[in-house]
């Protein structure tokens, strides 16, 4: 099971975008989508600071490494839930577990494995700090009990070297068109075809002509 496309742009749009690395409200290393170093490689800590010189470049690169941590993270959610999940429920759920990491310990995933939905969407709310975490909580449990997903564009943040980001105003704004295109893994290079010689022999003379050429050689 994996997020929807519409799961992941609220995800996404929770996140916000930020194409360099930056300390998050716990003084936590981070980078592009809310990457940290304990989903993996990059490590945040390690990277050049400061916005990238081309900021097209950053934006592709804090989208591959979200596409790469989602798989872990999906993949956490489903172990810890033993139920049945609708889209958009699970959608939440992996919504919750990448802001938090706490999907094995909560007890809305208790209460769910236990039958009781009501009860879990309601424990979204157990998680709520900072402060300003809880409009995604709620946010959260809307989308598990209603189906409920937010909308509108995915803010791109600028950050200076020290890793403090400004959120007065977003250095770009990307549509959900946008977004989508940059979340949709890349094709595989096709391997490339090469042109045959434009008076190569084919079908019936090309057979005629190796036996000729094979009659030459033992002569």
Do not use: C
């Amino acid at each position: 099971m994996q997020m929807t496309e519409r799961g992941l742009l609220a995800l996404a749009g929770h996140e916000g975008v930020v194409p360099a690395p930056y300390r998050d409200s716990t003084g936590t290393w981070t980078f592009g989508i809310g990457h940290t170093a304990a989903a993996g490689p990059p490590d945040p800590a390690a990277m050049s600071r400061g916005m990238p010189a081309d900021l097209g470049a950053g934006i592709r690169e804090a989208f591959r490494v979200f596409r790469a941590d989602l798989a872990t993270y999906e993949a956490e959610v489903l172990a810890a839930v033993t139920v049945p999940l609708a889209p958009h429920e699970f959608d939440a759920l992996v919504s919750f577990h990448y802001n938090t990491g706490g999907i094995a310990r909560a007890a809305l995933t208790r209460h769910l494995n236990a039958g009781d939905r009501e009860a879990a969407a309601q424990a979204f709310l157990n998680w709520r700090r900072p402060a300003e975490i809880i409009p995604r909580r709620k946010a959260e449990r809307d989308l598990f009990r209603h189906g409920r997903y937010p909308g509108g564009p995915i803010p791109v943040w600028s950050v200076d070297s020290a890793g403090r980001v400004d959120v007065s105003r977003p250095v770009r704004r990307l549509t959900e068109d946008e977004a989508l295109a940059l979340l949709r893994p890349l094709p595989l290079p096709r391997p490339p075809v090469l042109d045959r010689a434009p008076d190569a022999p084919t079908g019936w003379f090309a057979r005629l002509a190796a036996f000729v050429s094979t009659l030459i050689r033992r002569a």
